[in-house]
């Protein structure tokens, strides 16, 4: 059944009772919506329910009043939980069990929050202590049944919240054994902003006689919410992150979520942002848990205000001041574009939505398009330098992609505290990146290591103490040539490596005289021509007229040690050929036959033979 907006006012009038009606005027809320006004004389006469409205229109107290009046005021002995919300996410689990909390203020109701990426521990003592509601997601409520820590056979009001996602194929196996486990005699109320006609017809498989409400505004419009201003734009791949950044910067913006499609576009959109000065951070589900809820807190509480996420958190986030949505990837189907543009233009305020649309997402954007009943089957081409992107969206002229060093007045992820839950899954380090260049920028540079030149074991400058310097023995190489340097020299070996050695092994041209004073260059014998397996020495010849050499002093240079030539490499004969002949075979090849089996089938042919000529005699 379709009704219209009712005329009453207060929640009195809905025959709320006085506690719960208090609890929500001391929090500001004393008018309620037209799904409220519509959904709770139903629910608190214990009829099933579906209930459809648009997003930011109070679903969660339409079912969570009703249920917390009819499970009245907690008594001591009762421990088992009366009321369940089944939802999809860990986020909107958070939410909903805060309105419940909100709204049984005075009443004294006891709701725990269950779901996964916490630790068991917490939830299992307070389910030992007695709950009256819990609101979590299947699996970690399937886990706590099959632990035997939680017993839902006192059940008697059920919802489904979301209720086309909980029916969907991937959440029907575990909702259908939630069903099971619950006792046939209680009230189901499935609530969500759209609701597909399969789903309303699965959904009566599991509810007794239900009831469709659905709330709308008098003008008829579609399933999107008519305060939300939609502009959609076809742009580049290439370009979006640039009029990302330009739209970040118009006049009046407020917190902003921006939808990707993938985890990994996630971090690369929140890498590039945080790059360019905005104050960002990134949810999906490769995160922690606690990395999460740090994320939503420091959006909530204005520590950051762009908030890059995936289509987990499209679904049920109530967030205040949130002034733009941005549709970096092209939605999948209509229901996912009206649930991400869900998220601004809440409870009466206004908002502008930004879709951008790539040229091979076009036939996509089109079916959603015309699923919804838009004005924007062909979107406009826009790039970052287009007029239209100031204009539309109030950016100042002149802004470019970085947000100016004056304007950047946010805290920050860092400045919210990251909370120990306990995880039982992984964590993934974020920011990883950044963290490792900081880490580089803060390390103290490398002190220069200190080089000093020495020459005889004093320093080239003056007035500079002498560095010790190991003294190295020349080695010949043609009389010890496969002998290495001692570790160890001697003082004996050190006096006689200093001696000068005039060699004698060949005669100097006549046109060019070398003495012992030449330099190094002039002095290089050539090679001789003589076997290397030779180990003996020719002995060194003096000359007679040799003037007398005085004897080195201790600070004496040394002449330089002679190199020694490498060991000569006498390679294999150039007429040796070494071939192999490629393998030619196939696998359609035969196997040869052994030569047994060739012996047999010779005979067998000689056989044969031997009988055709007896026939033919």
């Not at 009772?17 to 799904?35: N, Q, V, W």
């Not at 909903?96 to 916490?118: F, I, N």
């Not at 109320?189 to 759209?194: C, E, I, P, R």
Request: some cysteine.
């Amino acid at each position: 059944m379709r009704l219209r907006q009712a005329t009453l006012t207060t929640f009195r009038d809905l025959g709320v009772i006085p506690e719960i009606a208090d609890a929500l005027e001391t929090e500001g809320i004393t008018t309620p919506f037209p799904i409220q006004e519509m959904a709770l004389p139903l629910a608190l006469s214990g009829q099933d329910l579906i209930g459809q409205a648009r997003t930011g229109t109070g679903k969660t107290y339409a079912f969570g009043i009703a249920m917390l009046q009819s499970i009245g005021k907690p008594r001591k002995n009762r421990k088992k939980p009366r009321g369940l919300v089944v939802v999809p996410t860990r986020e909107l689990a958070v939410q909903v069990s805060e309105d419940l909390v909100t709204a049984a203020g005075k009443l004294g109701s006891r709701v725990l929050t269950v779901y996964g990426g916490r630790a068991y521990e917490p939830q299992i003592e307070a389910l030992k202590a007695g709950v009256d509601v819990i609101v979590g997601t299947p699996g970690r409520l399937l886990d706590l049944v099959k632990q035997k820590h939680l017993d839902l056979s006192q059940v008697t009001s059920l919802v489904l919240d979301e209720a086309d996602r909980m029916l969907d194929l991937g959440f029907l196996p575990d909702i259908e054994r939630i069903f099971k486990l619950i006792p046939e005699q209680r009230q189901t109320m499935l609530f969500s902003a759209t609701m597909p006609g399969e789903i309303v017809g699965l959904s009566r498989k599991y509810l007794n006689r239900p009831t469709h409400v659905r709330a709308e505004h008098d003008s008829g419009e579609g399933e999107t919410t008519p305060q939300v201003r939609q502009i959609v734009w076809r742009a580049h791949r290439m370009d979006k992150i640039e009029i990302l950044a330009r739209l970040l910067q118009a006049e009046g913006r407020g917190l902003t979520m921006v939808f990707c499609e993938t985890k990994r576009a996630c971090d690369m959109v929140s890498e590039q942002l945080d790059t360019r000065g905005f104050a960002v951070a990134a949810v999906h589900g490769d995160l922690g848990q606690g990395q999460r809820e740090q994320a939503l807190r420091a959006f909530r509480n204005g520590k950051i205000d762009v908030l890059v996420a995936t289509d987990v958190a499209a679904r049920g986030i109530d967030i205040d001041d949130v002034t733009h949505v941005v549709n970096y990837d092209c939605p999948t189907d209509d229901k996912t574009y009206v649930h991400r543009i869900g998220r601004t233009g809440r409870a009466g305020r206004t908002g502008i939505s930004v879709t951008f649309v790539e040229w091979e997402e076009l036939t996509r954007w089109k079916m959603i398009n015309q699923m919804l009943g838009l004005d924007f089957a062909e979107p406009e081409e826009t790039y970052s330098t287009s007029p239209h992107v100031y204009t539309e969206l109030g950016i100042p002229e002149g802004t470019k992609g970085v947000l100016p060093h004056a304007a950047r007045s946010r805290a920050g992820l860092s400045a919210e505290r990251i909370e120990d839950l306990g995880e039982t899954g992984r964590s993934r380090v974020r920011g990883r990146r950044r963290d490792e260049r900081e880490e580089r920028e803060e390390r103290p540079a490398r002190t220069p290591r200190q080089r000093r030149r020495t020459r005889g074991g004093k320093l080239t400058q003056e007035g500079a103490a002498p560095v010790e310097t190991p003294e190295v023995e020349p080695v010949d190489s043609h009389s010890r040539p496969n002998e290495e340097t001692p570790a160890i020299i001697t003082t004996d070996e050190v006096a006689k490596a200093a001696e000068p050695r005039r060699r004698t092994r060949r005669a100097p041209a006549q046109d060019a005289p070398v003495t012992q004073d030449a330099p190094v260059e002039a002095r290089e014998p050539e090679p001789v021509a003589r076997p290397l397996a030779d180990p003996v020495a020719q002995p060194v010849a003096e000359s007679p007229a040799a003037p007398a050499v005085p004897e080195p002093s201790f600070l004496s240079t040394p002449p330089p040690p002679a190199r020694r030539e490498p060991e000569r490499i006498i390679p294999p004969s150039p007429f040796t050929v070494i071939f192999q002949s490629p393998d030619l075979a196939t696998d359609d090849d035969d196997i040869a036959p052994s030569a047994a089996t060739e012996r047999k089938q010779q005979r067998r042919q000689a056989r044969g033979a031997g009988g055709n000529r007896r026939r033919a005699g």
